[in-house]
């Protein structure tokens, strides 16, 4: 079972408004990212947790907040979002956390709106 | 600096024909990992292939073909007997490995869009 579930699928959000897109995978994999995607354009990394702990933060802005509960689940915390920050938004998952260049598989991803 | 340069940025065909899609990358690194991605339009990327920088055997899955050259840093996915279902989005990544106890990030190309045309 090669399956990322993503929670919610589309999402419309105002500006003041806080939300949280999930993710969950049970493949066992010990690395979770989150991408942000543009219209257009290739997925950018945004976050990565290693064996549950956050490993990579791409300079992302402070009103993205991740969250790692456990190392089948993902989240990512939305507070006071842009316009700008409207995109498609893919989380995946990988194996293997040391480096080794495992396969990264992707959910379906949330196609969020913010108004 | 690590980059990927898909340089085809849109590729129509008409259905039964073969089209190869073009991937070229840069890297330091004497370890690293290429994989090809295929995002249809329901935005899900779904991975096709991995292929490490020690081996160079090519690579056929099917209708699927991959052409690893370490000498030309190319990577390029050829599809032969295309069909419909196979317009998408392709993405070619670069995995920079880190070993210092971190996962991969993947860099991606700017993808190149396959038509295929019944």
């Known amino acids: 079972d090669t399956e990322v579930t993503q929670t919610p699928k589309h999402l419309v959000m105002g500006m003041t408004n806080k939300k949280s897109l999930k993710c969950e995978q049970h493949?066992?994999?010990?690395?979770m990212y989150w991408y942000k995607q543009k219209a257009k354009k290739p997925p950018e990394l945004m976050f990565v947790?290693?064996?549950?702990?956050?490993?990579i933060n791409e300079s992302v802005p402070s009103r993205f907040s991740p969250e790692c509960p456990n190392s089948s689940l993902l989240n990512l915390h939305l507070h006071a979002l842009q316009p700008e920050d409207s995109a498609l938004y893919l989380c995946?998952?990988?194996?293997?956390?040391?480096?080794?260049?495992?396969?990264?598989?992707f959910g379906q991803g949330t196609r969020l709106t913010v108004v | 600096a690590q980059k990927v340069t898909q340089a085809q940025t849109e590729i129509s065909v008409v259905e039964k024909e073969d089209v190869t899609l073009d991937c070229v990358y840069e890297t330091r690194d004497t370890t690293y990992y290429l994989f090809w991605y295929k995002q249809p339009p329901s935005g899900e990327l779904v991975f096709l292939i991995r292929?490490?920088?020690?081996?160079?055997q090519n690579e056929i899955s099917g209708r699927y073909s991959w052409n690893f050259q370490k000498s030309t840093s190319s990577f390029n996915f050829t599809i032969t007997a295309s069909q419909v279902v196979d317009s998408a989005v392709y993405f070619c990544?670069?995995?920079?490995?880190?070993?210092?106890?971190?996962?991969?990030?993947?860099?991606f190309g700017t993808g190149t869009l396959l038509a295929v045309q019944p």
């Open positions: 493949m066992g994999h010990r690395a």
């Open positions: 990544a670069l995995s920079e490995v880190n070993y210092g106890g971190a996962t991969n990030k993947l860099i």
């Open positions: 947790y290693s064996y549950e702990k956050l490993s």
């Open positions: 292929r490490n920088s020690f081996d160079e």
């Open positions: 995946a998952s990988s194996q293997d956390g040391q480096g080794m260049g495992t396969e990264a598989f």
